[in-house]
């Protein structure tokens, strides 16, 4: 049994964040109904910004968020749509959105509109800044509630260099985690006592609990943004070398390897006696100067060099991987934090899975998204409309077959 099975779920999302909620939920073994306008995710048009193909049988960037659901389309502007979504949800456990709460309450999708026709739901909404405040209503995306207003663009960029470059749905799949972790907590509570529960988490609530440990640098004096050599230490931070790849050393006890490093690693047993660097006390005065000392050492060898070497003496240290890199990377595979998909065209495609591995499901399949509408009959059926009802329903638009 999954650890979700049993479970079933009534999704209202677009892009990212609610979708990929959504997909964690079914690889747990819910059931997830994915409901959408007419005219779909917004997100089946908009991901050719990402500039990914479209196939005939779906699309990588498409399934990345919506696999293993079903689809069911209906027009929730219409009355007769918005009685579908009603029968739906008095079937369902969660309740799944990312739609602003003005865009419910016209809707009529509220958590009291919803909690009316099934006390015992679990609620779960996902906002940009948050349901209060002056920004509640605010359209939020990851690029701009996630990394932009946390600090997290501005302060973890180099100084004095361009920000960094991000990618789409960094912070949405962070925040989809922490609200399927929410749903899960919630079910427990409507289990054991029959009551539903109305919960939420933002993009910006999570962006903040990811950097809360720069916040506390920054309130006592630790500038941000910072270059190169204003790191904590020389042994916990990147360089370059010869092949123009980087590594990260990410060695905190400072004592224990400064020597080691010197004398195995460099074969420079004079730095390792330096009285600027020997000790932790003394060498957190001089950072600039050892950072400065060692870029110079690593340009001498190849990245693979370096990581073979203190590998082989157990110490912690890491190539900067590139994308390419991690979607053919053993580990990785062995782990199976990746699978394959093959289009039936032929295009073969490397997704990741899930986190969270349970011993009792090996592996939760892998079923692309469905076109709008795709389960639309079956599940209508289900709800227990008949043939002829739910014809009519298609002919007026309150729903479409895909």
């Not at 950072?287 to 157990?314: H, N, P």
Request: glycine share 8%.
């Amino acid at each position: 049994m999954k650890p979700l099975e049993g479970i079933r779920v009534l999704e209202m999302g677009t892009h990212f964040a609610a979708p990929m909620c959504g997909r964690i939920l079914a690889d747990w073994g819910a059931e997830v109904i994915k409901v959408e306008a007419p005219e779909g995710d917004p997100y089946r048009v908009s991901f050719r910004n990402q500039r990914t193909p479209q196939f005939e049988d779906g699309c990588p960037s498409f399934d990345l968020e919506n696999a293993n659901k079903q689809f069911l389309s209906v027009n929730a502007k219409d009355t007769a749509g918005q009685e579908v979504i009603y029968k739906l949800a008095a079937t369902c456990d969660v309740f799944l959105t990312n739609n602003r709460l003005h865009a419910m309450q016209k809707l009529h999708l509220t958590y009291e509109e919803i909690k009316a026709v099934n006390p015992k739901i679990v609620y779960a909404d996902m906002t940009g800044y948050g349901s209060k405040g002056p920004l509640k209503d605010k359209p939020g995306y990851d690029y701009t509630c996630f990394l932009s207003r946390s600090g997290m663009m501005a302060d973890l960029s180099p100084k004095g260099e361009s920000v960094m470059s991000t990618i789409g749905g960094f912070g949405d799949h962070v925040a989809a985690l922490t609200l399927a972790a929410g749903i899960s907590a919630a079910l427990v509570k409507a289990k054991t006592t029959g009551e539903g529960e109305y919960l939420t988490t933002s993009l910006y609530q999570d962006a903040i609990f990811l950097q809360c440990n720069g916040l506390i640098l920054a309130q006592y004096g630790r500038e941000f943004p910072r270059d190169h050599f204003d790191c904590n230490s020389a042994l916990l931070t990147c360089y370059k070398c010869k092949d123009g790849e980087w590594i990260y050393l990410a060695m905190p006890e400072y004592n224990r390897y400064w020597k080691k490093m010197c004398t195995d690693v460099f074969q420079q047993p004079d730095l390792a006696e330096d009285p600027r660097f020997a000790t932790l006390d003394v060498a957190k005065n001089h950072v600039a100067e050892a950072v400065a000392t060692l870029d110079k050492i690593f340009l001498t060898q190849d990245s693979t060099y370096w990581v073979e070497r203190m590998e082989s003496l157990d110490m912690p240290v890491e190539r900067l991987a590139h994308y390419k890199d991690v979607v053919v990377d053993e580990q990785a595979w062995a782990n199976n934090f990746l699978r394959e998909y093959t289009y039936a065209g032929g295009q073969r495609t490397v997704f990741s899975n899930t986190p969270v591995q349970f011993a009792s499901v090996p592996d939760a399949g892998f079923r692309i998204g469905g076109k709008i509408g795709a389960d639309t009959t079956t599940i209508m059926e289900q709800l227990g409309y008949s043939a002829e009802e739910i014809e009519s329903l298609k002919q007026s638009g309150a729903v479409k077959q895909g």
